[in-house]
C-alpha cells in the first residue's frame, strides 16, 4: 500500500469512526440503551421479522449489536408467523454463525386471544431478548448481565404422585490384596426420606463387614469387625428460628464393644439466623435429651453386661459461606445423669480464608476431652487389635489439627487449558456417600 | 446379616411406626400464594444437574423458576457439567446442556472459569450465573419465562488486557497435621512449590515437595515409633505438534522411606498420541503415552539383588481413555514397562472404573485394577519387622496386586428434589460420586 493510500484509507476510517461514533456520544451518558451498541465482541443479530416493528423489538436489548445485512452477522433470528391448532403462533428462529456455528435455538410465542399489537410486539421483544442471552453469555457481556427471578414461589409447587417420598436401596463391596495383605469389606444400606419445608423425615440403615488377613513370618494374623447402624430422624419446622423433633438410632458394633444399643432422643433447635439463610449462614443450637438401652459383647471395665442410660448434649454449629472464604465450626457437650462426671466435651473447626489475592490460609482441627468410655471391654486389646485400630481404646482425650497456607502468584487470570500428558494434578476422586 | 442385625432393624421398624402420626402433617396453606406463580412452576422445566462438586443447595435457592429432579431420565435438560485445570491453576467449569424429552433440539456448551485461589461463594455464585444463563434457552420456552428479567448494565471501557507475567504462574505451599490420643499419636508436615507455564502450544510444569510423617503407639509400657520421609522434585515440558500428537520431556528426582529410595533420579523423553482431538479433552479422551527413561538409582540400604546403586534403562507404554457421557463415566487405563538390562523385570497393571446410571433410579459402578509386578528391584535385603507390616510403612514383596470395589444403588419415588430443609443439619444425598481430572 503507498503512503497515499495509506492516507486515504487512515482518512476515510476516521471519517467513517466518527460518523459511527456520532449517534453514540450523541446519546451520551445516562438515557436508557436503544440497542444495537453492544461492546465489540458481542454478538452481531441480523433480525428479520416481515411485518412488525423492528425498531421496536430491537429497543433496550443493549448487550448484542443488530446488524443490517446476514453477512456482517453472527447470529440470524427470523421471526415468523404460522398457523397453529387453535390460532396463530409466532416461531422465533435463532440460528448461529461463524463462531457461534451450531447454536442454534427455537422459541414460540402465541399471542392471547385479543391481545392488542402492542401487546404482542412488546411479548415477543422479551421472546427475542430471552433468546439471544446464550450467544451474549459467550462473550465477554455476560460479566454485566444478571437474570431476576424476584417471586417467591414454594419448592412444592409439583405435581408429584409420591408426595416427596424417596426410598433408595444401597450395596457396596471392597477387596483388595498382595501376596501377604488381602482386605475385604461389605457394605448394604437403605434409606427413605420424605423432605418438605414444613417437616423432614429421615431413616436409614446399614449393616458392615470387614476382614483382614496379613501373613507375616509363617502365621496368618485375620482380624474382622462388623457393624450395623440405624437412624430416623423427625423433624418439625416451628418458624424461621425454630424446629423440634427427635431421633432414634440403633446400632451393634463390634469396634465399639456393642452387642446393641438403642437410643431414643427428643430435641429442639435454634437459628440465631433465618434458616432461609441456611446456605450462606447457620448458627444453629441444639438440645437432645438421651435415652440409651445398651447390652455390651464382653463385660466392661465398670463389669456391666447391659445398661439404661440418660443423658443430654448441647451442640452449637456455626457453618459461613461468605466471600472471604468458609468456616464450620462445631461445639458439643453431653454427660450421663447417674453420673455427671462421665463427660465428653468436643470442638471441631474448619476455616478456610483468602487473606489476601493469591493468599489463602486454612486450618482444620478438632479435640476432646473424653470421660464417658462406658463401654470398654475389661478383657483389653491384643497388639494387633492396637495396631489395626480394631477395637476402641481407653483415653482421656483425642486431637487433630491441620493447617495449610499457600500463596500463588504470576498469571492468576490464565484461562488456558493444555491436556497433553494429563492434567497437572491428574488423578481421580471418588466419594461414595450413604 | 446376624440377628443383632435383625433386632436392630426390628427396633427401627418400631420406632418408625410410633413416629407416623407426625409423617403426615395438615401442611397449612400460606397465606398469600400467588395462586397464578404456583401454576407457571408446575410447567417449568424439569433439570438435572449433573455434577459432583456444585454446592447443589445454593443453586436450588437461588434459581427457583425450573424445577429440579433426581433422575436424568426424568429431566427436560439434563446440564452435565466437567471441570478441567487452567494455566493459572483455577478451574474452567464447561456446561454441557442436553436437551431431552420436549427438548431434544436444544443443545448448547456454557463456559465458566475460576481462578485458582477463589472462595467457594465465589466459585458457585458464577457458576449460578453460567448456568441461569444457559437454562434460559430452555426456559423461553415456558411460561414462566414472562416473569424473568434479563438486566445488562454496560461496562465502563477497560484497555486491552496485558499479561505481565507472560502466562507464568508461582504457588508456594506449606501443612501440617497433628493427631493423637492417649496411647497413640500422629505428625505430619511438609511443603512444596510450583512454578507453571501453561499455553495452547506449550506446557511446563516444575515442581517439588517434601514430607515428614510418624506415628507413635504405646503398648504395654513399650513405645513403638516409625517415621517415613519423603521428598521429590520433578519437572515436565511438552509442546503440542497437532490436535492429536505432542511430545515433550519428564525429569524427576525423588527419595523415599517407603521404596527403599535414597535418591532416584529419571529422565524420560515421551510422545503422546490421543485418538480424540485435544479439544474435546473435557469429555473424552483416549491418550497413548510412550516413554523411555533413564534411571539411576542409589538405594538407602542393599538391596535383594546386592545393589547400593545402580543406572538402569527402561521403557512404558501407557494407554488411559476417559469418557464423561449422559450415561455416565468411564475411565480406564493399562499401562506396561519392563527394564532393558533384563526382560523379566517388568509390571503390567490395568485400572478402570466404570459408573452406569442404568435406568430409572439405578446406578452401579465397578472400580477395579489388578497388576503383575516383576520390578521391585528396590527391596531390601534385610526383612521387616511386624509392625513394618502392620502399619504398611515399607512396601512389600509381591508378584501381584489387585484391588476392586463395587456398588449398587436404586432409588424410587419422588423424582423431585427441589427442597432445602437444613434444620437438625443437612446430610448430604447418598451415592458415589466419580470425578476425573
Redesign the interface.
Given at each position: 500500500m503507498s503512503a497515499r493510500q495509506t492516507f486515504l484509507a487512515a482518512v476515510l476510517t476516521t471519517t467513517l469512526g466518527i460518523f459511527l461514533a456520532g449517534p453514540l456520544f450523541a446519546q451520551a451518558p445516562p438515557p436508557p440503551q436503544t440497542g444495537g451498541t453492544g461492546p465489540e465482541d458481542a454478538p452481531k443479530v441480523f433480525l428479520e421479522a416481515p411485518g412488525l416493528d423492528l425498531a421496536r423489538l430491537q429497543k433496550d436489548i443493549g448487550f448484542v449489536t443488530f446488524v443490517t445485512s446476514l453477512q456482517e452477522s453472527t447470529v440470524h433470528v427470523a421471526i415468523t408467523l404460522r398457523k397453529a391448532e387453535g390460532g396463530e403462533e409466532y416461531v422465533l428462529t435463532f440460528t448461529g454463525r461463524d463462531g457461534f456455528k451450531d447454536d442454534n435455538n427455537v422459541l414460540y410465542y402465541r399471542p392471547e386471544p385479543g391481545g392488542t399489537p402492542d401487546q404482542v410486539v412488546d411479548a415477543l421483544a422479551r421472546t427475542l431478548r430471552l433468546g439471544l442471552v446464550r450467544y451474549a453469555a459467550k462473550t465477554s457481556v455476560a460479566k454485566q448481565m444478571s437474570v431476576d427471578f424476584e417471586q417467591k414461589v414454594k419448592p412444592t409447587s409439583v405435581v408429584d404422585p409420591w408426595h416427596f417420598w424417596v426410598f433408595s436401596l444401597g450395596g457396596n463391596g471392597f477387596i483388595n490384596g498382595e501376596q501377604s495383605v488381602s482386605m475385604r469389606s461389605f457394605n448394604g444400606s437403605f434409606s427413605a426420606s420424605r423432605v418438605t419445608p414444613e417437616f423432614k423425615f429421615r431413616a436409614s440403615g446399614s449393616a458392615n463387614y470387614g476382614r483382614d488377613v496379613f501373613k507375616y513370618e509363617g502365621e496368618e494374623i485375620r482380624s474382622t469387625s462388623e457393624s450395623y447402624y440405624g437412624n430416623a430422624l423427625a423433624v418439625k419446622s416451628l418458624g424461621e428460628h425454630w424446629s423440634a423433633g427427635g431421633f432414634v438410632s440403633g446400632q451393634s458394633s463390634t469396634y465399639m464393644n456393642l452387642d446393641r444399643q438403642l437410643t431414643l432422643a427428643p430435641a429442639i433447635e435454634y437459628d440465631v439466623f433465618p434458616y432461609s439463610e441456611s446456605t450462606k449462614r447457620q448458627l444453629r443450637i441444639l438440645y437432645k435429651l438421651g435415652l440409651t438401652l445398651v447390652k455390651y459383647r464382653e463385660e466392661t471395665i465398670y463389669y456391666k453386661t447391659t445398661e439404661t442410660l440418660f443423658g443430654e448434649s448441647l451442640t452449637a454449629t456455626l457453618e459461613l459461606v461468605r466471600p472471604w472464604g468458609t468456616a464450620s465450626v462445631s461445639l458439643e457437650g453431653s454427660h450421663y445423669f447417674h453420673n455427671v462426671k462421665f463427660y465428653r466435651l468436643e470442638l471441631y473447626g474448619e476455616i478456610s480464608f483468602r487473606v489476601w489475592k493469591g493468599l489463602s490460609f486454612n486450618i482444620d482441627g478438632g479435640g476432646s476431652r473424653i470421660h464417658d468410655q462406658l463401654g470398654l471391654p475389661l478383657a483389653g486389646a491384643s497388639l494387633e487389635e492396637v495396631l489395626l485400630r480394631r477395637q476402641q481404646l481407653a483415653t482421656s482425650f483425642d486431637y487433630y489439627f491441620s493447617v495449610g497456607l499457600s500463596f500463588t502468584f504470576g498469571s492468576i487470570q490464565s484461562k488456558v487449558v493444555n491436556p497433553r500428558f494429563g492434567a497437572g494434578e491428574g488423578g481421580v476422586s471418588i466419594s461414595i456417600s450413604y | 446379616?446376624?440377628h443383632?442385625?435383625v433386632?436392630?432393624?426390628c427396633?427401627?421398624l418400631l420406632?418408625?411406626f410410633v413416629?407416623s402420626p407426625?409423617?403426615w402433617?395438615q401442611?397449612?396453606k400460606?397465606e398469600q400464594?400467588?395462586q397464578e406463580?404456583?401454576a407457571l412452576?408446575?410447567l417449568a422445566v424439569k433439570v438435572y444437574i449433573d455434577c459432583?462438586s456444585c454446592?447443589l443447595?445454593?443453586i436450588?435457592?437461588e434459581?427457583?423458576?425450573v424445577?429440579y429432579v433426581?433422575d436424568r431420565k426424568e429431566a427436560d435438560v439434563h446440564v452435565l457439567i466437567t471441570t478441567?485445570?487452567?494455566?493459572?491453576?483455577?478451574r474452567?467449569y464447561t456446561l454441557s446442556f442436553l436437551g431431552q424429552n420436549g427438548y431434544s433440539?436444544?443443545k448448547?456448551i456454557?463456559?465458566y472459569?475460576t481462578?485458582?485461589?477463589a472462595?467457594?461463594?465465589?466459585v458457585?455464585q458464577g457458576l449460578v450465573?453460567?448456568l441461569?444463563?444457559?437454562l434460559?434457552?430452555y426456559?423461553?420456552?415456558t411460561p414462566i419465562?414472562?416473569?424473568?428479567?434479563?438486566?445488562?448494565?454496560?461496562?465502563a471501557k477497560t484497555g486491552p488486557?496485558v499479561?505481565k507475567?507472560?502466562?507464568?504462574?508461582?504457588?508456594?505451599?506449606?501443612?501440617?497435621?497433628?493427631?493423637?490420643?492417649?496411647?497413640?499419636s500422629y505428625y505430619s508436615f511438609g511443603g512444596s512449590f510450583s512454578a507453571?507455564r501453561?499455553?495452547?502450544a506449550?506446557?511446563l510444569?516444575l515442581s517439588g515437595s517434601w514430607r515428614r510423617s510418624e506415628d507413635t503407639?504405646q503398648?504395654e509400657g513399650t513405645e513403638i515409633r516409625s517415621q517415613r520421609d519423603s521428598a521429590s522434585l520433578s519437572g515436565?515440558y511438552?509442546f503440542?505438534l497437532t490436535e492429536h500428537w505432542?511430545a515433550?520431556v519428564?525429569v524427576s528426582a525423588q527419595s523415599s522411606t517407603y521404596s527403599n529410595l535414597d535418591l532416584a533420579l529419571s529422565f524420560a523423553p515421551?510422545v503422546?498420541y490421543?485418538v480424540f482431538p485435544?479439544s474435546q479433552?473435557?469429555r473424552r479422551?483416549l491418550?497413548l503415552?510412550y516413554r523411555a527413561s533413564l534411571n539411576p538409582t542409589r538405594y538407602r540400604e542393599e538391596t535383594l539383588y546386592a545393589k547400593m546403586r545402580e543406572t538402569l534403562w527402561k521403557e512404558s507404554l501407557s494407554a488411559?481413555l476417559e469418557l464423561r457421557e449422559k450415561w455416565g463415566t468411564v475411565?480406564a487405563s493399562l499401562s506396561g514397562a519392563h527394564y532393558f538390562h533384563d526382560f523379566k523385570k517388568y509390571n503390567v497393571e490395568l485400572f478402570g472404573?466404570v459408573q452406569l446410571n442404568l435406568y430409572k433410579g439405578l446406578s452401579i459402578y465397578v472400580?477395579g485394577s489388578g497388576a503383575r509386578i516383576h520390578d521391585q528391584i528396590y527391596l531390601p535385603k534385610g526383612g521387616l519387622t511386624?509392625?513394618e507390616?502392620?502399619?504398611?510403612l515399607k512396601q512389600?514383596?509381591?508378584?501381584?496386586?489387585?484391588?476392586?470395589?463395587?456398588?449398587?444403588?436404586?432409588?424410587?419415588?419422588?423424582?423431585?428434589t427441589?427442597?432445602?430443609?437444613?434444620?437438625?443439619?443437612?446430610?448430604?444425598?447418598?451415592?458415589?460420586?466419580?470425578?476425573?481430572?
Open positions: - | 446379616m446376624s443383632n442385625g433386632r436392630v432393624l427396633y427401627l420406632a418408625a413416629l407426625f409423617l402433617p401442611e397449612k400460606a400464594v400467588d406463580i404456583e412452576k408446575k459432583g454446592d443447595e445454593y436450588k435457592t434459581i427457583t423458576f424445577n433426581r478441567q485445570t487452567t494455566g493459572s491453576g483455577g474452567e433440539d436444544v448448547d456454557q463456559k472459569y481462578e485458582k485461589t472462595t467457594d461463594d465465589e458457585r450465573k453460567a441461569k444463563l444457559g434460559l434457552s426456559v423461553g420456552r419465562s414472562s416473569r424473568l428479567a434479563v438486566n445488562y448494565t454496560p461496562a488486557f499479561d507475567w507472560k502466562s507464568w504462574i508461582f504457588s508456594l505451599s506449606g501443612s501440617g497435621y497433628f493427631s493423637g490420643e492417649k496411647s497413640y507453571n501453561v499455553t495452547q506449550m506446557k510444569n503407639f503398648y515436565l511438552v503440542s505432542s515433550g519428564s515421551a503422546e490421543n485435544y479433552s473435557t479422551q491418550r503415552l488411559s475411565s472404573i472400580i511386624k509392625e507390616v502392620l502399619l504398611q512389600l514383596q509381591t508378584t501381584y496386586s489387585y484391588f476392586a470395589a463395587f456398588g449398587v444403588s436404586f432409588t424410587f419415588g419422588s423424582i423431585y427441589n427442597v432445602i430443609n437444613p434444620r437438625f443439619g443437612s446430610s448430604g444425598g447418598s451415592g458415589v460420586h466419580i470425578e476425573i481430572d
